[in-house]
């Protein structure tokens, strides 16, 4: 074996290929029985542990670090840097001011940190639920076949690997039956590639062997067993992780705030050198422009934005994890909350999941124990994915000790199922030598393969009339909701079987199932189409089954198509079907996945909901992929939400999660957005009119601070009730329809204190006109204008965030969450007083007369008039506030 160590992983591969099966036995020191418990140590040490590096979670101080790197925090950092040098490093040491930097850090200090915190709590929510959840193999190990997790997988084991399975490590097949692979997240290939036995001399990339499979593909049908060659980050996966890693797609919610970003950010670099230029002009002291420009662009930088969005995240998946719900992708709370269709398979989602065998017919409809025997020995002796179908025929078999069959027939070969076929085969032999292949599957499919049929306890020819008597015997027993399966036999005089030895066989009987609607899910589905999420039902099952089924929970259940009728379909014909039917029964995997990705095309955002193999790509491709802990490893792969407990109803508590999130972090952008524009335009007229600056540079970061920790509150805001019922979309033009009505309000009332500071009250408090006093006395008119706008733009921008929360005109309609009230109060209060205090005095800031108060109250009720019009206005315009 220290040979093999020496080896690289690409070389033993190669080696694993074209080596014959015995030779690999003997130097990894394995067998037909697996390692012994003595080897698994000895191997592990020598060869590693079954983990990517790449996959292991972030250290707590690079999620620190990651929490300050944003556009808005990088643009404050430099923004603290050009002050640092501007006020600090350049001034001389009696003018040397860090006021400036200690603002502009403690804005950064506070948003990355809050961020952090709220991101880490979610972690450490989600964590504990995902430790629930583990990713296992079945591995045989001295002779004794038990389930473990993939990570404890050593170079050496014995993997028996069945369809839906993820394949755990690089490994070089020993058996193979109709064995199909998707390596697609490997090579790029979409087709599933075909893997045998078989003995390689030619050269060739170990990804093109026929008998070696890869970590993180996934088996689409048939049953395999293989031995590991490689394993973590010696794994070919392993290997080109980091690329792996670097192809997430950018999801709606990602762009929508990335975009809005964007307008902001481009909003203050092309205004902010326009303001310094006519305050440069206008004033003629350059400096003292260049840092009121930069204060500016400080008060425009929404620096906030990345931890209310990241607050909102996390706080509704910590939310959602007590609710025994695995957020896997944060942003996916947010998509869940946009989902305006949710497609979902039918059984164990709309149904109970407890399969029943109800009944075992003949053609007579007599229950036929020969019926249940075959199909029993079917259901037993098969290796592939065992589903709840072949657990209640075994079931059954028990209680009626047919189980006992087991010590007179052997099983020889089988024909895995897969969804095309929609059928499985095992090759039995009992004790007389006589050799039977026993087939079970869709009833169509099996009267397709059959030829002749036992009837009174002969075997006649199955004519046409004799199918059509079947078919419409499976379609009454399908209108009470039993779905059934046909079963049949034939004699075979050899020792294996393939496909095409599926033909001319004999027509048993068939087996009725019954899986009854949950009881919660009527209410379920009704609370989801209040929510405005339409349910469309998307299954292999066939229509008869799945209308009863439909019926039964308020789901409209005319009009269902069929795989067959979608295939004859052209695209723009496919489309309007797409809109207009809610079922869509016996369908393909890929016939799923057309349907949500045409539904994604007309502009839904969708939800697929599913646990088997044929719901994996159709999860892939929807905008949320839903699945439960009981799912095959390949789905619970594709999911972003994993439910611990298999309830729609879960999903409406999801839903209006993700709605409340979307409510709150576009209140934020709204307010930050007409905010800043009314700003914006209040600093070029007050930079083109007065002959001083409005406000201090130093003035406008306080303000700014003061702001932002009030907005710190809002993600913990309530949402209306209505706003909840409608799925929203990410729109830039109603972010600039809003900014573009209620900015200027703002701008309106800041004007008039402009007017009345600089005409009525100040001249009043000094006895003189500005032009008039003398130079001690014109600082002190300045510091009484700045104080004066100060307060006033404080208390508006606060108080706007009541009027612009709800849509609602009373404030008891829809409260503020106390959080809201209790850091808005706090923040008015320590602005309002801090002109009273030594603080004040440092800023610039000086005492304002009682009736400067009397003014500021009318000019607030005035504003919040204003704004109540417009917000009636904006509502009837656009149909909506947020």
Sequence with gaps: MKKLISLDAH??????????????????????SGLSNDSIEIMREAFGKNKISDQKKDSALKKFIFAFINPFTIILFILAGVSLFTEVILANSENKDFTGVIIIS?????????????????????????????????????????????????????????????????????????????????????????????????????????????????IISGSSKGIVITTGDETILGRIAKDLNKKKNITSFEKGVNSVSKVLITFMLFMVPFIFLINGVVKGDWFEAFLFALSIAVGLTPEMLPMIVSANLAKGARKMAKKKVIVKNLNAIQDLGAMDILCTDKTGTLTEDKIILEHYFNINEQEDKDVLKYAFLNSFYQTGL??????????????????????????????????????????????????????????????????????????????????????????????????????????????????????????????????????????????????????????????????????????????????????????????????????????????????????????????????????????????????????????????????????????????????????????????????????????????????????YPIQILMLNLIYDISCIAIPWDNVDSDFIKKPKKWDASSIKNF???????????????????????????????????DVLNQERFISIFNTAWFIESLWSQTLVIYLIRTSKLSFFKNRPSWQVILLTTIGITIGTIIPFTILGDKLGMVALPYYYFIFLFVTLTAYISLVSVLKIKFIKKYKELL
């Design 11 to 32: 070389n033993r591969l190669n080696w694993a290929m074209k080596e014959n099966i015995e030779n690999i036995f003997i130097k990894l020191k394995t067998g037909v």
């Design 106 to 218: 403690t804005m950064v200090i506070t948003s990355g940190l809050l961020r952090f915190i709220q991101e880490s709590r979610s972690d450490n929510a989600v964590e504990k639920l995902n430790e629930m959840v583990e990713t296992t193999a079945l591995i045989t190990r001295s002779g004794i076949s038990k389930e473990i997790p993939v990570d404890e997988i050593v170079v050496g084991d014995l993997i028996i690997l069945n369809a839906g399975d993820i394949v755990p490590a690089d490994i070089r097949l020993i058996q193979a039956k109709d064995l199909f692979i998707s390596q697609s997240s490997l090579t790029g290939e979409s087709e599933p590639v075909e893997k045998i036995i078989v003995e390689i001399s030619e050269n060739i990339l170990p990804l093109e062997s026929k008998n070696l499979i890869f970590m993180g593909s996934n």
């Design 386 to 695: 065992k589903n709840l179908i072949d657990i209640a025929i075994i079931k059954h078999a028990n209680e009626k000790e047919i189980d006992l069959l087991t010590k007179t027939y052997t099983k020889i070969d089988e024909i895995p199922f897969d969804f095309n076929r929609r059928k499985m085969s095992v090759l039995v032999e009992n004790i007389d030598k006589n050799i039977e292949l026993v087939t079970k599957g869709a009833v169509e499919e099996i009267i397709e393969i059959s030829s002749f049929i036992q009837k009174d306890g002969e075997i006649v020819s199955l004519t046409r009339e004799l199918k059509e008597e079947i078919m419409q015997q499976v379609k009454k027993f399908n209108s009470f909701g039993l779905r059934i399966l046909g079963i049949a036999k034939k004699e075979l005089n050899r020792n294996s079987c393939s496909l095409t030895d599926e033909n001319n066989m004999i027509f048993m009987g068939y087996l009725a199932f019954l899986d009854p609607p949950k009881s919660s899910t009527k209410e379920a589905i009704k609370s989801l189409l209040e929510f405005n999420v339409g349910i469309k039902i998307l299954t292999g099952d066939n229509d008869s089954v799945t209308a009863y089924v439909c019926s039964q929970v308020g789901i409209d259940n005319t009009g269902i198509m069929l795989g067959s009728e979608l295939d004859r379909l052209s695209l723009s014909e496919l489309k309007i079907a797409v809109e207009k039917k809610s079922i869509f029964a016996k369908l393909s995997p890929d016939q799923k996945t057309l349907i949500v990705k045409t539904l994604r095309e007309n502009g839904h955002t969708v939800g697929f909901m599913g646990d088997g193999i044929n719901d994996a790509s159709a999860m892939k491709e929807a905008d949320v992929g839903i699945s439960v802990d009981s799912a095959v490893d390949i789905a619970k792969e594709s999911a972003d939400i994993i439910l611990l407990e298999k309830s729609l109803m879960v999903l409406e508590d999801g839903i209006i999660e993700g709605r409340k999130i979307y409510g709150n972090i576009i209140k934020y952008i709204k307010m930050t957005a007409s905010s800043n524009f009314g700003n914006m335009f209040s600093m070029l007229v007050a930079s083109a009119f007065l002959p001083f600056l409005p406000m």
């Design 739 to 773: 900014m573009l009505w209620i900015g200027p309000s703002s701008s309106i009332f800041d004007i008039t204190t402009y007017i009345v500071m600089y005409f009525i009250i100040t001249p009043h408090i000094l006895k003189g006109e500005f032009h008039s006093l």
